[in-house]
């Protein structure tokens, strides 16, 4: 456990709202239809605090990874972040290098899922906004640019019930890891697959010796990529001179 952890000092967000009896009112309702059709109520902060004090130890780890299958605008992954970031500044904060880098991988660990476009759209901008705020990036910055890229890959548009994509492609992750001296690694993994590792691994099953390698397979290995090779991938494509 970290020691005295100030979690608020890189918050955009209200920390008034984090208090049961003080929170302000904040709508946790987009539309009665929505709520109707997708189950959509947004979780207070209060609330979101509480539960991923649950599992205090893993959000402030810089590499522990969440994947939130129904992630709305992203109330749980930003405090996953925000607690996330916080340790970064604890053991990189007297390193940019380290600092931005190990906030990078910050963000490489964070995953989610949402079914409404608008939700996605906004949960990519309040995560990668929480990025920006800590190391005061702008938008022109190789690591904003690599951000943006990596939150293009781990918050998908699709249906967690499904597993597939909003284009109806079975949704993969990647895997990142940093191996140091500014170098990420990636692997992408299936969802489908590496979901039934829960039948796998359950002592005594049918499938408890059957199969293991073939989840833990890739689907994609890459090699090494540098933050300026992510901040490129999420670049537009240059207009043919
Ligand atoms: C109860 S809200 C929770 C949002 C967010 N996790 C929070 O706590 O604030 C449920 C969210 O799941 C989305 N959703 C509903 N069905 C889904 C599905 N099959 N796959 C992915 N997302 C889904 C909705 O659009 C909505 O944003």
């Given at each position: 456990m970290l020691p005295s952890l100030d979690i608020d000092k890189f918050a955009h967000n209200d920390r008034k709202e984090a208090s049961p009896k003080k929170h302000r009112p904040m709508?946790?309702?987009?539309s009665k239809q929505r709520v109707a059709d997708h189950g959509e109520v947004f979780t207070p902060a209060w609330m979101v605090e509480a539960m991923l004090d649950l599992v205090k130890d893993e959000t402030e780890r810089i590499d522990a990874r969440f994947l939130e299958?129904?992630?709305?605008?992203g109330n749980f992954l930003v405090q996953i972040l925000r607690r996330k970031l916080a340790a970064v500044e604890l053991k990189y904060g007297k390193s940019e290098f380290e600092r931005r880098h190990y906030a990078l991988l910050a963000l490489m660990c964070i995953y989610g899922i949402e079914l409404l476009p608008d939700n996605i759209a906004e949960c990519r901008a309040n995560v990668l906004d929480i990025l920006a705020g800590y190391l005061k990036l702008?938008?022109?910055?190789e690591l904003y640019r690599a951000g943006f890229y990596v939150l293009s890959q781990n918050?998908?548009?699709?249906?967690a019930l499904t597993m597939?994509?909003?284009?109806?492609q079975p949704i993969s992750f990647a895997e990142w890891g940093y191996l140091g001296k500014g170098k990420f690694q990636r692997r992408d993994f299936r969802l489908d697959t590496l979901t039934l590792s829960a039948d796998f691994s359950?002592?005594?099953?049918?499938?408890?010796?059957?199969?293991r390698h073939e989840i833990f397979k890739p689907t994609k290995n890459y090699p090494p990529l540098t933050m300026r090779q992510l901040a490129a991938l999420g670049d537009p494509p240059q207009e043919a001179a």
């Amino acid at each position: 456990m970290l020691p005295s952890l100030d979690i608020d000092k890189f918050a955009h967000n209200d920390r008034k709202e984090a208090s049961p009896k003080k929170h302000r009112p904040m709508n946790y309702v987009k539309s009665k239809q929505r709520v109707a059709d997708h189950g959509e109520v947004f979780t207070p902060a209060w609330m979101v605090e509480a539960m991923l004090d649950l599992v205090k130890d893993e959000t402030e780890r810089i590499d522990a990874r969440f994947l939130e299958p129904a992630c709305g605008s992203g109330n749980f992954l930003v405090q996953i972040l925000r607690r996330k970031l916080a340790a970064v500044e604890l053991k990189y904060g007297k390193s940019e290098f380290e600092r931005r880098h190990y906030a990078l991988l910050a963000l490489m660990c964070i995953y989610g899922i949402e079914l409404l476009p608008d939700n996605i759209a906004e949960c990519r901008a309040n995560v990668l906004d929480i990025l920006a705020g800590y190391l005061k990036l702008d938008e022109a910055d190789e690591l904003y640019r690599a951000g943006f890229y990596v939150l293009s890959q781990n918050l998908v548009h699709g249906d967690a019930l499904t597993m597939r994509t909003d284009d109806n492609q079975p949704i993969s992750f990647a895997e990142w890891g940093y191996l140091g001296k500014g170098k990420f690694q990636r692997r992408d993994f299936r969802l489908d697959t590496l979901t039934l590792s829960a039948d796998f691994s359950a002592e005594g099953s049918l499938f408890a010796d059957v199969g293991r390698h073939e989840i833990f397979k890739p689907t994609k290995n890459y090699p090494p990529l540098t933050m300026r090779q992510l901040a490129a991938l999420g670049d537009p494509p240059q207009e043919a001179a």
